[in-house]
Every structure is written in C-alpha cells, then in structure tokens.
C-alpha cells in the first residue's frame, strides 16, 4: 500500500483505490485538511437536553450505600482489599500542605512535593468513602469527614504549576480568582461523589458538611466554568485544545449532574460541556491518531468517553454518539499503538510502558461493538488483579470499574497484536513480522511536525522491538519539573533530537516549531514488507546546511529493518551523524557489525540479540553511556541508556547512507 500525503483530485484517489482494491497493493492519498462533521452540540441543542437529561432528583448512576445488596455484589477479593486500606485509615492524621511546599514550583521548579502531599489527601478519601459503601457499618465516617473537611478547607485544589492562569501569575494560590485546571476538577468529582453516595450518613454528623461540599463546588468549579469563557482548556479562546479538554470537562459534568439543583443552570453547564468537547473532537482527523501518545489515552480519548458515559446514563440512553465513525477510532487508537504486554509507542511526552484504564477500555470496546478493544481491556484487568485487587483512577473509574468488574473479570482477556497500522493525521505507522504475535521484528515511526501537543523534536523518529521487547527506543520524559512546559523545555534532553534516532546535521538539531514537518511523507506496506519514506530536512533550521534528507525505514518481514538516508546539503561539513538510542548492552560484534543484548526480566535472563549491520567505509560508531538520575525514566530504562553514535566519514555533499537491523 502506498499512503501519499499530497493533495490531489478526488478523481485521482478513486482510481488510486480501485487500483488498490485489484493489486492489494493499495495507495491512499491523504490531505490534513480532512474535516470530521461531527457536533455533540448540534446535535443536542439546549432545548434538546431540557426534554431528555433526567431531574438532578431522580438521577440514580449507582446504588448508594444503603442498597446493600448491590454493594456486596461486587467480587469479593475487591471488597476485602478496600476494606483493609480503610481500616489502616482509621484515625489518620491528614496531612499538612505548606505554603512553602506550594512555593517550590516557582522557588526551584520542583511540582512533584506538593502534588504527592495533595494527591495522596484524594486517594485516601477515595478509599475512605469506597470502604464504607462496601461496609456499610459506619466505621469510617469521622475520617471520611476529617478529609472532606481537610481538603475544603485548602485554598487551592489544584496544583502549584498550572497558577499561570490566575491573573497575578505563579506563586501562591488567589482566593480571590477561582481557576480550573486538571486537579481542582478531579478533586470537584470526588467531593461529588461523595456528596452523592454518603448524603444521609454525612447529615447524620452534621448537616454542614453536605452544605460546605455543595458551596466550595459552586465557588470553586461550578460557578467559573459556567461564567468563564477564558479557561484555554475550554477552546471558546481560539487555541488548539488538549486532554485538558475532555479530563477538564468530564470532571465538571460529573460535579453539575451530581450538585448541580438549578435546572436551568445545570442544562447549561452541560450545553456548554458539549460546546467545549466540539473543539477536542474537532481537532481530530477521521483515523482518531492522537498525538500526545498512548500515555494520554486515558485522559484525552478515554476522558472523551468517560463525558459520552455520564451524558448516555443521564438521559437513559438518549445522547448517544458511540456509533460514530470517529468515536469508534479515537477508542481504537490504544490498541493501535500497542506493541507488547505493558510497551506502547510512546513519542512526545508518553513513557514506554503505559498504565492504561482496563475498565475503560473494556467498556469503550463494549460500547462501539468493538471486541478486539474490549479483550484488550479484559487483558490489562487480569494483570493488574494479579498484583492489585482494588481498582484505580478517580471516584468517577472507580464506579464505573467497581459494578463493572464482575463481567470485566470474566471476559476473555487478548492482545491485538495488529500487523499494520497507518494512522494519517499524526503520521504514525507501526508494523510488525506476524499478525497477531509478538515474535520477530517490530517497527514504529513517525512523520508529523515540531509543535505536537507535548511535542518532542523527533520528526523522523523510530523504534524497533524484537518478540515484544525494546531495543532501539524513544526515551520519554523525564518526571515533570517547570522547565517542561516553559520557554526552555527544549534545553532538556529528552526533548532534543540528538537523543533520539535522527541525524545531526552540521551540528545542528531538528528545531520546535510548526513549520518544522516532514514533507513528502509517503506509507507503503503489502504481505512482505511495510515502510515510511520522509524528508525530514524541512525540521531542521537554515544553519544545518540542508537541502533534502529522505529517510526510509522499512520492515522486511521475517528479515531485517533498513534505514536508508539519502541525503543532499547545501554547503559541505564534516560534522554529520546519525544517532540510535538503546537499553541494551552495545558492542562491537565484528567489523561492521554492533551487537545488542536485552536482558528481558530476572526470572528470563537468555538475552534477545540483535545486529545492526553499518557501512564500515562510511561510518565510525562510538558509545555514549547517560546515566539515569530520574525516577520516571528509571522505573521503564533502569540506571543507564547507550546512544550510538555513527559519525559518518568524510561527507559528501550528496549520498545515500544505510544500515540494518537484524535479529540474531
């Protein structure tokens, strides 16, 4: 198959399809000004929603404590765990948030002090309030009531590095000036939640503390995002959104439908949610690729349905959008961009190994009528009881999750393990040896341009697996610090080029930017073989010399991957190279040969060893080992990485380079 992303005629593509369809060795032709028309708003005007979303009275999600049969239904394995972390609670000392820990973000750009200390507060609460609806006895109730009043009483629920949307800027938090970001909306939906399930045990305390999460949430969430068109996460500003977006508004619906007792507002905070999740959708193209990777999937596409969700039980089934061509994708995505048990393809800011929601993906499968996505989520569920038998994420997934779980535990768990995958919009393909099987040789790639959404400099970028595992990389990101998302993330390394699988060009590095793409990307794939061909010069800036440099990375299944540089410069240098970064041990095996070994787990130490077979005339490869210091990057790679580094004698103005991958 042949994808070539140039505007053509419609005439054009329908003879490139039909040839396709008679060779199955089909060409499509791809345009980024594909629109998908789809509107949640049109299609469910304010006066729509005033007919069918159910009162605030009668909306009944799931049973409260005191329909206790319901309770007890849920697996008993998940009972006893959250019973026992309750009991640990008993009598817990909430924890005490400084304002010099609060200060930390913009003292010396540390986030994560403050996050720990707030985040742990929710988690607590959440196991707290879960333990007692399982119960039913009452035990818990002062502590749950010391949290909730802990957490009412901070004068921010969100966190130190998202200040820069009040006024006075980063510091401390403005009372005054309510914003929402990410964390002041989780913590809304637990307090939601809680509100919801613990109503009559909490009245039986005081009649304060029902009132005091109803006054807090309007102040705090439901009266500025009714009022404020000016949260960027909301799009009515005009910029491109993010999973703020959908995780943002997830949040905020959950707190309206379950606090909100003025119909009218409440009909319009939901008629806006639906305004703001317009400009997420909007934003995709129809193959529902999302570029800020697999480690967002929870809370951009799986924030999406989480909002599809809620509105679906809200209005028995009325709004109901999981026929949708798009929605289907956007759902799709996660397994697309799987490659072996916990490893996804992680460009921009995703790790290796992502932490998916099983019971979301489980149920988003369910949903679309999507089996392959639903055994996916069915699969993640059965490792992660083996280690856990309580359920995660926040109140809201853990509803969901927790009367779900009986059919989730039951159903036939599998990995995908699809063999190709092409997704046009974020110009990402994968490929692999065998459908359906994690042996042999793995590619991923990827075209795009330098101002993705949690964008690294990595236009051109690839990984290789072998049997599922791991060997040429793209590193991550390192734990989230103020440098990431200011003026000079670009000085970290991880964001750079020179530490991922690209060239540097007369010293010169891929450049951030939105003109900085690939040009002329064309996707070809059949039974033997599947490639991407790019030029990537268009990502460098002007300094670097380059006139044209088209990359093809190409799986020849059950053979080698080739990568093949075919390069022109415009002035000539002797600094050229090419770089590849790996977990594994790298040596010299021969002349013209680096050995690879990846050690895959303690209890499995036969390494996988792979060859890369280099041009001895042309390139000089050396070894540069970075230590690990980060704790993120750490938990996926371990204390170290090796760069290889093949500088590349005597450039010419004009060449072709090339190298292959093997499995020994």
């Not at 932490?355 to 979301?360: A, L, N, T, Y």
Request: hydrophobic share 40%; aromatic share 12%; proline share 4%.
């Amino acid at each position: 198959m042949i994808y070539n992303l140039k505007n053509c005629k419609l005439k054009w593509v329908i003879a490139v399809v039909i040839i396709a369809v008679l060779v199955l060795n089909f060409e499509y032709i791809y345009s980024d000004e594909q629109k998908v028309n789809l509107s949640l708003s049109k299609s469910y005007s304010i006066e729509t929603l005033r007919g069918i979303l159910i009162d605030y009275q009668n909306w009944h999600p799931f049973p409260k404590p005191e329909e206790h049969e319901m309770w007890m239904s849920i697996p008993e394995a998940t009972r006893k765990c959250y019973i026992v972390r309750g009991e640990r609670l008993l009598g817990y000392k909430w924890s005490f948030l400084p304002a010099t820990v609060f200060l930390e973000f913009v003292r010396n750009g540390n986030r994560s002090n403050y996050e720990a200390l707030s985040f742990d507060r929710r988690n607590k609460l959440s196991d707290l309030v879960i333990a007692e609806c399982l119960e039913g006895k009452g035990r818990f109730i002062n502590d749950i009531v010391n949290g909730i009043w802990a957490i009412c009483e901070e004068s921010y629920w969100g966190v130190p590095a998202h200040l820069y949307m009040q006024k006075i800027g980063p510091g401390l938090p403005d009372v005054e000036e309510p914003t929402v970001d990410l964390f002041v909306s989780e913590t809304v939906n637990l307090l939601a939640w809680t509100h919801y399930l613990l109503g009559q045990q909490l009245d039986a305390v005081s009649p304060l503390i029902q009132r005091r999460i109803q006054k807090e949430a309007e102040r705090r969430v439901l009266i500025p995002c009714l009022e404020r068109d000016d949260f960027q996460w909301m799009g009515f500003a005009g910029k491109r959104v993010n999973n703020w977006d959908p995780w943002c508004n997830s949040n905020w619906l959950t707190a309206d439908l379950l606090l909100e007792t003025n119909k009218e507002k409440r009909i319009s905070a939901v008629n806006k949610i639906l305004k703001s999740l317009d400009f997420f959708i909007g934003g995709y193209a129809p193959d529902g690729g999302c570029d800020e990777g697999p480690g967002y999937w929870n809370v951009a596409g799986g924030a999406l349905f989480d909002c599809l969700e809620l509105l679906y039980s809200a209005t028995n089934g009325k709004i109901n959008f999981y026929n949708e061509p798009l929605i289907k994708e956007i759902g799709r995505y996660i397994y697309r961009v799987h490659i072996y048990d916990d490893y996804f393809v992680n460009f921009a800011d995703a790790s290796a190994k992502a932490d998916i929601s099983s019971d979301v993906v489980f149920r988003y499968g369910k949903k679309i009528g999507d089996e392959r996505l639903a055994k996916f989520g069915a699969y993640f569920a059965e490792k992660r009881r083996k280690s856990n038998q309580c359920v995660s994420g926040n109140m809201g997934h853990r509803m969901f999750a927790l009367f779900n779980l009986s059919e989730l535990l039951t159903a036939k768990p599998a990995q995908p393990l699809i063999r190709d995958v092409w997704m046009e919009n974020v110009q990402v393909m994968t490929a692999r040896s065998l459908e359906g099987s994690e042996k042999g040789l793995y590619l991923a790639a990827k075209g795009g341009h330098n101002a993705e959404s949690h964008n690294h400099n990595d236009v051109g970028n690839f990984i290789v697996c072998v049997d599922g595992y791991p060997v040429i990389i793209d590193v991550g990101v390192e734990t989230y610090t103020a440098k990431t998302f200011n003026e000079n993330r670009y000085e970290i390394w991880t964001m750079q080029s020179a530490y991922h699988n690209l060239p540097i060009i007369n010293g010169v590095m891929e450049k951030e930017g939105r003109e900085f793409e690939a040009r002329n990307v064309v996707y070809k794939f059949d039974d033997s073989f599947a490639q991407l061909s790019l030029d990537i010069a268009g990502t460098y800036p002007k300094e670097a010399n380059v006139d044209s440099w088209v990359r093809t990375i190409r799986l020849n299944r059950g053979k080698d991957i080739k990568v093949t540089e075919s390069y022109k410069l415009a002035k000539s240098t002797q600094d050229l190279k090419l770089c590849l970064m790996t977990p594994c041990k790298a040596t010299i095996d021969k002349p013209g040969v680096i050995a690879l070994d990846y050690i895959k787990n303690e209890n499995n130490p036969m390494p996988i060893k792979v060859l890369i077979h280099y041009e001895m005339n042309k390139f000089k490869p050396s070894f540069d080992e970075i230590s690990i210091e980060d704790n993120r990057l750490k938990s996926v790679w371990g204390d170290r990485l090796i760069r290889i580094i093949f500088q590349v004698n005597s450039p010419k103005l004009q060449d072709t380079l090339t190298f292959r991958i093997t499995q020994s």
